[in-house]
């Protein structure tokens, strides 16, 4: 995997993926940036919880279980000090769909926890994740 990060002015950047894509990333307007776009770590958090839907979905399809949606909402915390890394993670995790098997939602979101996403197994290294999940009727 590959990415390139080119400067534009200030503290703001494109971020130009290997499948082609590509998106501003800027810095906090009292860090000198005009909030364009994204801040790194709100990146790295929304790439997690990314990681961690995109497990729960396919575990569900291929459990064959009616999904309808899934929305993983992230809160963290940093540490007060450099590098200001992520020390803690709670993920909640609202799935929905007509007839869904709560068992099976739950095995989802821990074998994407304990097995499949990247993410959430790098970070884990310096934050504790925790991890909360509600299951809705569509």
Same mark, same amino acid.
């Given at each position: 995997?590959?990415?390139?990060?080119?400067?534009?002015?200030?503290?703001?950047?494109?971020?130009?993926?290997?499948?082609?894509?590509?998106?501003?990333?800027?810095?906090?307007?009292?860090?000198?940036?005009?909030?364009?776009?994204?801040?790194?770590?709100?990146?790295?958090?929304?790439?997690?919880?990314?990681?961690?839907?995109?497990?729960?979905?396919?575990? $569900?399809? +291929?459990?064959?279980?009616?999904? @309808?949606?899934?929305?993983?909402?992230?809160? &963290? /915390?940093?540490?007060? *000090?450099?590098?200001?890394?992520?020390?803690?993670?709670?993920?909640?995790?609202?799935?929905?769909?007509?007839?869904?098997?709560?068992?099976?939602?739950?095995?989802?979101?821990? $074998?994407? +926890?304990?097995?499949?996403?990247? @993410?959430?197994?790098?970070?884990?290294?310096? &934050? /504790?994740?925790?991890? *909360?999940?509600?299951?809705?009727?569509?």
């Amino acid at each position: 995997m590959k990415t390139r990060v080119k400067w534009v002015e200030g503290v703001s950047f494109v971020a130009e993926s290997e499948s082609g894509h590509a998106m501003v990333v800027d810095g906090a307007p009292e860090a000198g940036g005009r909030n364009l776009g994204m801040r790194p770590m709100e990146l790295v958090l929304a790439g997690t919880a990314a990681c961690t839907a995109f497990d729960v979905i396919w575990i $569900l399809k +291929k459990a064959r279980q009616p999904v @309808a949606d899934c929305v993983v909402e992230a809160d &963290a /915390e940093r540490a007060t *000090e450099d590098p200001h890394v992520f020390t803690r993670i709670h993920l909640r995790y609202s799935v929905a769909g007509s007839g869904l098997d709560p068992h099976q939602v739950e095995r989802a979101v821990k $074998l994407s +926890k304990e097995k499949y996403c990247s @993410a959430t197994a790098m970070l884990a290294k310096s &934050a /504790e994740i925790t991890f *909360e999940v509600s299951i809705n009727d569509a």
